[in-house]
DNA sequence: TTTACCACTATCCTTTTGTATACTACTTAC
DNA sequence: GTAAGTAGTATACAAAAGGATAGTGGTAAA
């Protein structure tokens, strides 16, 4: 057989820390739940309660939890209204919305490989 | 507070469809290992236990399991070189290839996230 | 004959992720 | 007083992902 290419120490370990900036990004959309919350979210500010009803199946505790982590990212602000009785809205910061062009990379390459599966089985 | 934004149901639709792309995408990249094999391919052909020498810290049970994933997304190409002892090669596929745009983008986005977390972490 | 290289597979265990269900605290409407 | 709507939290559990360790079957070199 021929001789396979031989890896080169120094780019290997460029490349090994341009990992870590590709696996944060893949981190903030992962989960089952975060994409169709920040889909939702790119409609338009909502409610707790509003996103649960938007996003099939999520459980409060999963809502809960991913719109903290969001929020620690940035990508959503939470706004408490005093109101009775009390209302928060969540939104996506203009950072978040950064993620359209992430997301859409993502679908266009899905699509791609959706159609191809297709074909080949 | 204002009223905020309503939800179109037609455009949810639309867009609740076109979350499983994404979801494909992001599939063939999931997960603790399949990014450092893939780009370990980037660089070249490699054996069974070349990669699982340059992914540090990989089990041979996961590297096998993700390759084997890898392959049936038709993105490595597995060719076996009947010499003795038997030698496995790995390579990216043309398709496989067509990550790289995928994952450059991640890596954009990923690098200007560290930066914005840095500055106000 | 023991060791080592090749490419794996099998089993068991831990950690992480997500689910189910109930509960808190407040106010308004019936 | 009881239900319903606001926005969640707490506890216990199930499922999925991943890790540790050992074993397979072949060759070949020491």
Redesign the interface.
């Known amino acids: 057989?021929e001789k396979?290419?031989?890896?080169?120490p120094h780019?290997?370990g460029e490349?090994?820390k341009?990992?870590?900036?590709?696996?944060?990004?893949?981190e903030?959309?992962?989960g089952k739940w975060k994409?169709?919350i920040i889909?939702?979210l790119m409609?338009?500010?909502?409610?707790f309660s509003?996103i649960a009803k938007?996003v099939p199946g999520i459980t409060d505790k999963m809502l809960s939890k991913e719109l903290r982590e969001l929020e620690s990212?940035?990508l959503v602000k939470r706004t408490v209204?005093d109101?009775i009785p009390v209302?928060v809205?969540y939104s996506l910061t203009e950072?978040g919305h950064?993620?359209e062009?992430?997301?859409k990379?993502?679908?266009d390459?899905?699509?791609?490989?959706?159609k191809?599966?297709m074909v080949?089985g």
Chains 1, 2 share one sequence.
């Open positions: 057989m396979t290419k031989e890896t080169n780019t290997w490349c090994t341009s990992i870590l900036p590709v696996r944060d990004a893949l903030v959309l992962s994409l169709p889909i939702s409609f338009g500010n909502k409610r509003q938007e990212n940035d209204y109101s209302v809205e950072y950064s993620l062009i992430v997301i990379t993502l679908r390459w899905g699509v791609a490989h959706r191809r599966m080949e």
